[in-house]
């Protein structure tokens, strides 16, 4: 099961970290990834974490802005995202999977339940 909060209302400019608390499996087992959607969207990927945490992966769209990060002993996953921009509104989802990081929403087996961020201008 994992958890997501930290969501909020911010202004442009602003920061927010994001967690995800994993329970129930071997958090050390799974790459973690985050993912954003807007209504009428699809899910898109925002960064993804190796098990270890020795390697991290961003989209280009928030890359130098946001940073992923993990603490096993935790079982939690973050997203500190600073410099924010009102296209980063959107439901941010974190995800866990087995078998290598991937950018592709599909390739997920288990999803969180979603936490609102709005940017305001």
């Known amino acids: 099961q994992l958890q997501a909060s930290g969501g909020g209302l911010v202004q442009a400019g602003g920061s927010l970290r994001l967690s995800c608390a994993a329970s129930?499996?071997?958090?050390?087992?799974?790459?973690m990834g985050w993912f954003r959607q807007d209504p009428g969207k699809e899910r898109e990927f925002v960064a993804a974490i190796s098990r270890s945490g020795g390697s991290t992966y961003y989209a280009d769209s928030v890359k130098g802005r946001f940073t992923i990060s993990r603490d096993n002993a935790k079982n939690t996953v973050y997203l500190q995202m600073n410099s924010l921009k009102p296209d980063d509104t959107a439901v941010y989802y974190c995800?866990?999977?087995?078998?290598?990081?991937?950018?592709?929403?599909?390739?997920?087996?288990?999803w969180g339940q979603g936490t609102q961020v709005t940017v305001s201008s």
């Open positions: 995800a866990a999977k087995t078998l290598g990081s991937s950018t592709y929403a599909p390739n997920y087996d288990y």
């Open positions: 129930g499996r071997t958090f050390s087992n799974y790459y």
